[in-house]
């Protein structure tokens, strides 16, 4: 992608109102906005368009107009990095905020299994919390996406995989042996989407519309570390899967592991689950856990973790924590983890342990960080030599 596209608006992220405004803009007369939102809906979230020349059910001129105001412009791709495991992870430049400078940047992740495969994309450049074991949070918060950016890293990773019709994958390599290679879509990259309440919404408005990108709302599961007031809210408004970062189960190790507990502690974070909208056991919250040694990982604290789940229809992801540089914990025991699970187990929970992902190119559950920080650190020093 150029810098020139990078500098039009783009319409990825626009919805039907919006584009049709879009056209008002150019002269199209009312009478033939529906249809023309309707032909431009199709070519970019079913089937992928690039560029207004492929978009061959408009006239010559109306692409031309668009092309001279517009872009179909997504995040642009800095690197790719593949796991031995398949997993991809890919360092996306945003749009500059300002003409000559640099947009921030963000990471996505592609995890793929034999007949799935799950996109795991971020909703803000950097984040607001300083979860101890979380090597993002040691990154601060730059600024919110919009509806664009987020709905972009799924553009992106359709692209670079073949998932439109008629695609072909640029590198086919450990792909899932099924006719979608995305099937799910979750809200764990950087950032607290809760925190960006608005524009995540939106956005998975547009993954989850049947005529567009089609991804059913219980393939989309948004996590969270507990924004107590907007979790209903997110159910009455989204109602996508839902997944809480808990990790403890007593307030004052919550306290450091998630800071965010001393706002809004275990016990009010467990009673806005059990009022979240439609919760049964065929739309469970998911409870992760990261399995930190020594810290959080007793038999006592399996017990206490089940008394306090009791009544919520809930599944518990265990994760093995997964190091970085600096971190402060190591991953618990493998066999510490089973008898962890067992006891959840036996109480009737699901609790798979979660198996570590893209740990050679830091991609895994917690290492996502981006080098925005280093960049802008970098371009400091660049204006103090040259003042």
């Not at 400078?101 to 793929?112: D, F, K, R, S």
């Not at 074991?133 to 919009?146: A, S």
């Amino acid at each position: 992608m150029s810098n020139s596209d990078q500098n039009s608006p783009t319409l990825i992220g626009l919805g039907r109102n919006e584009l049709g405004e879009t056209f008002a803009a150019l002269g199209v007369p009312e009478r033939a906005r529906g249809m023309r939102v309707a032909q431009i809906w199709n070519w970019l979230y079913a089937r992928g368009a690039t560029s207004f020349d492929q978009i061959t059910v408009l006239s010559k001129d109306l692409r031309a107009a668009l092309g001279e105001r517009h872009s179909l412009a997504r995040p642009e791709i800095v690197t790719e990095q593949v796991s031995a495991d398949g997993t991809r992870k890919w360092l996306l430049r945003l749009a500059a905020d300002r003409p000559g400078a640099q947009g921030p940047l963000v990471e996505t992740v592609y995890i793929p299994e034999e007949t799935r495969g799950t996109l795991c994309i971020s909703s803000q450049v950097g984040c607001t919390l300083t979860c101890s074991f979380c090597h993002t949070g040691t990154q601060p918060l730059v600024r919110n996406l919009t509806p664009a950016e987020i709905v972009g890293q799924i553009m992106v990773a359709r692209d670079r995989i073949g998932e439109w019709p008629d695609a072909r994958a640029q590198d086919p390599t450990g792909l899932p042996n099924a006719e979608r290679k995305i099937t799910n879509i979750v809200l764990m990259g950087m950032g607290e989407p809760l925190y960006n309440f608005e524009n995540v919404r939106d956005a998975m408005g547009l993954a989850a519309a049947s005529d567009g990108l089609g991804y059913s709302k219980r393939r989309i599961t948004l996590s969270t570390s507990g924004v107590v007031p907007e979790i209903p809210r997110w159910g009455q408004e989204a109602n996508t899967m839902l997944a809480i970062s808990l990790h403890a189960v007593r307030d004052d190790l919550r306290d450091e592991l998630v800071p965010i507990n001393r706002k809004w502690p275990i016990a009010e974070l467990l009673d806005a689950c059990r009022q979240y909208p439609s919760l049964s056991n065929a739309k469970r919250i998911t409870f992760e856990y990261v399995m930190l040694k020594g810290v959080n990982d007793s038999i006592a604290d399996a017990r206490e973790l089940v008394r306090l789940l009791a009544g919520i229809p809930a599944k518990i992801n265990l994760i093995p924590f997964n190091a970085w540089p600096g971190a402060p914990y190591e991953c618990s025991d493998w066999e510490q983890i089973e008898r962890f699970a067992e006891v959840v187990n036996r109480a009737g929970y699901a609790s798979p342990v979660r198996s570590p992902r893209g740990r050679d190119i830091m991609a895994a559950c917690g290492q996502l960080k981006s080098a925005s920080v280093k960049e802008r650190a970098s371009a400091r020093r660049l204006e103090a030599a040259a003042s």
